[in-house]
């Protein structure tokens, strides 16, 4: 009796040892790539190829990231760098307002406009933003037909392939040299071929450092001139005024606080901006 109690509590206690240990054993841990299995403190491992090929390009060094730069185009026949073509670019973007306020219209518009302002005696009516905005506007109307053939002849052909850098640039300024001739005097570019001591040259032959300082200053000797028509009848006005308060005692008085609503009134009547500009796109053609 004895034994059989001794193998029944000897069985009761194995079992009691196995469900124990079960219930230590580690929890299996799914790994994408890979198992791992853990029972009774053994541990058995299960690697899956893709796993492996992971591990191995984690483990290798990665290669620094790398920036190739490619300049085509430098080895066309007749053309010049891609580099300096880049540098030529840059150039010519940061002189840009220096060209458009030289070699076009925008120079006479823009001072004939703020005679105008100077003139009526409103010193912040209309603003510079406006004058400036109109001046552009007007400069893009009246440029119309040399960006047009500037667009035509030299840049869709360069940008086509057709032109290299240089010739592209040479058919460009032929537009741009026959405005400017046209609004320049013979005189001043007399002036200017004597100061460099040019032999006697063709118009068409004139080379551009001759042709913009005279063109350039064509047109302040002519936004000079029309902004002195344009003095004349607001300084009648200003005379009658002063006359006027004179005759009336009224010597404290200042006489440009009473003629500016008339100045304005007779600015108004005679449709002044319209004249103004009219007259500006006029003296173009």
Request: positive net charge.
């Amino acid at each position: 009796m004895s034994r059989r109690l001794r193998t029944v509590l000897g069985t009761v206690v194995f079992l009691l040892l196995g469900v124990w240990s079960g219930a230590q054993t580690a929890p299996t841990i799914v790994v994408p790539g890979a198992s791992e299995v853990t029972r009774a403190g053994a541990t058995t491992n299960i690697t899956s190829p893709a796993a492996t090929a992971t591990a191995s390009a984690a483990t290798t060094k990665p290669e620094p990231w790398r920036l190739n730069i490619g300049l085509e185009g430098a080895g066309k026949p007749g053309d010049v760098s891609v580099a300096i073509q880049l540098v030529i670019l840059m150039t010519l973007l940061t002189l840009a307002p220096s060209l458009i306020l030289l070699m076009t219209s925008f120079t006479r518009i823009v001072i004939v406009l703020g005679f105008v302002r100077t003139a009526i005696g409103v010193q912040s009516a209309p603003a510079n933003q406006i004058i400036i905005g109109l001046s552009l506007f007007l400069t893009f109307f009246l440029m119309g037909p040399s960006i047009e053939r500037i667009n035509t002849e030299a840049l869709q052909p360069y940008l086509a392939g057709q032109l290299t850098s240089s010739v592209a640039i040479e058919k460009a300024s032929v537009p741009l040299k026959a405005f400017m001739l046209k609004q320049t005097r013979t005189r001043d570019l007399e002036f200017f071929l004597q100061l460099g001591r040019f032999p006697p040259t063709k118009i068409e032959e004139l080379p551009m450092r001759v042709v913009i300082p005279a063109f350039v200053i064509s047109e302040l000797q002519t936004a000079f001139q029309m902004g002195f028509l344009l003095f004349l009848p607001f300084l009648v006005i200003d005379f009658l005024v002063s006359s006027v308060l004179m005759a009336l005692g009224m010597m404290m008085m200042p006489p440009s606080v009473v003629s500016l609503p008339f100045k304005l009134l007779l600015f108004v009547l005679v449709d002044g901006w319209h004249l103004v500009v009219k007259s500006l796109v006029e003296s173009f053609r």
